[in-house]
C-alpha cells in the first residue's frame, strides 16, 4: 500500500478528529480510510490512534508520527515542484523590495539581466529605506543589509557590505586629511541618520571603538549623503556597493584605512522555504551567484 497516501490519510483523521469525515474530505469510503491507517499501523509497528464510539485520540507513538508525517509530506511537495521545475518557465510577477541606494547602484541592473534570461518573469521593485512588512505589503523577496534580522524571517547572505570613510579631493585640499581618528572632532563630518549622527564607529586591529564627531549635515538616504560628500562638504562612511567606481575614479578619497567601518550582511529575506514561487527561487539563485563570496563584485 502506498505509504506516502496513508499518511496523508492519517493526518486527515488528526485533522478532522473523524474517520468518517476524513473519508469525506478524501472522497474515500471510510473503510478505505480504515485500511490505509491499519497498513500504517502495521508499517510503523505502533498503533497510532485511540478509537473509541465518540472520538479518537492520539496515542504517544501517534503524536510523534504527525510531526514526522507533515515533514514527509513537505517533503514530498518540494521535490514535487523541484521535479516539475525543469519542464516549466518561471513566470508571473515579484513584488521586491530593498533600499533605495543598493537598488539604484546594483540590484536594478542585476533584476534586469535576469529578466533579460526569464522574459515570462515581470518585476514591482519598492525602494523603501525603511524595513517593510512583507506579509501587510505582499513582499516576495526583500533585499535587507542589516545584522539584525527580525526572528521568524527566512534569509540567505547575498553579500557583505562594506563601507568607507572617505572625502573627496576638493576637501582634502582645503581642510586637510585628518591622520588619527581624534582629528575628526575637528573636520565637517556628514552623517546617515539612520546609523548615527553623534559618533563613527570603527574596527581597529580586532577591536571596536566609537569616534565623537560633530555632524554638520546628516540626511536618511544614501544617495544625497554621497552627493554631499562629492560636493566636497565634509567628511563621511559610505557603502562601497555604492561609492566603489568613485573611489576607483578618484573622484572620492578613503580616509583612515586602518579604521574599518562595521560591516553588515546583505540578506534576501521572505517569509517561507516551503512553495515558493519557481521564479523566486531562481532569482535567490542568481542574486547569490551575483553577489557571493569573501569579496563581492564591487569590491573587486
Known sequence: MDRLTATRVFLTVVDHGSLTRAAEHLEMSTAMVSRYLAALENWLGARLLHRTTRRIGLTEAGESAV???????????????????????????????????????????????????????????????RSVDLTAERIDLAVRITNRLEPGLIARQLAVCRS????????????????????????????????????????????????????????????????????????????????????????????????????????????????QPLALRLLVDFLVDRYGGATPPWDE
Not at 560633530?214 to 556597493?241: D, K, Q
Open 67 to 129: 510531526v514526522s508525517g507533515r515533514q514527509l509530506l513537505e517533503m514530498a511537495e518540494d521535490l514535487e515542484q523541484l521535479a516539475g521545475s525543469a519542464r516549466r518557465q518561471p513566470a508571473g510577477r515579484l513584488r521586491i523590495a530593498c533600499a533605495p541606494s543598493f537598488a539604484e547602484a546594483q540590484l536594478t541592473a542585476a533584476l534586469m539581466e535576469f529578466q533579460h534570461a526569464h522574459p515570462l518573469v515581470d518585476f514591482s521593485l519598492v525602494a523603501a529605506d
Open 164 to 275: 568607507v570613510l572617505c572625502a573627496a579631493p576638493s576637501y582634502l585640499e582645503r581642510h586637510g586629511r585628518p591622520q588619527t581618528p581624534d582629528a575628526l572632532l575637528s573636520h565637517r563630518c556628514l552623517s546617515h541618520s539612520l546609523v548615527s549622527v553623534t559618533h563613527y564607529r570603527f574596527t581597529h586591529a580586532g577591536k571596536a571603538i566609537e569616534v565623537p564627531v560633530v555632524e554638520r549635515f546628516s540626511t536618511n538616504e544614501t544617495a544625497v549623503l554621497c552627493r554631499a560628500v562629492l560636493a566636497g562638504g565634509g567628511i563621511g562612511i559610505l557603502p562601497t556597493y555604492f561609492v566603489g567606481k568613485d573611489l576607483r575614479e578618484g573622484r572620492l578619497e578613503r580616509i583612515l584605512p586602518a579604521y574599518e567601518p562595521d560591516t553588515l550582511g546583505v540578506h534576501a529575506v521572505f517569509l517561507s522555504r516551503h512553495h
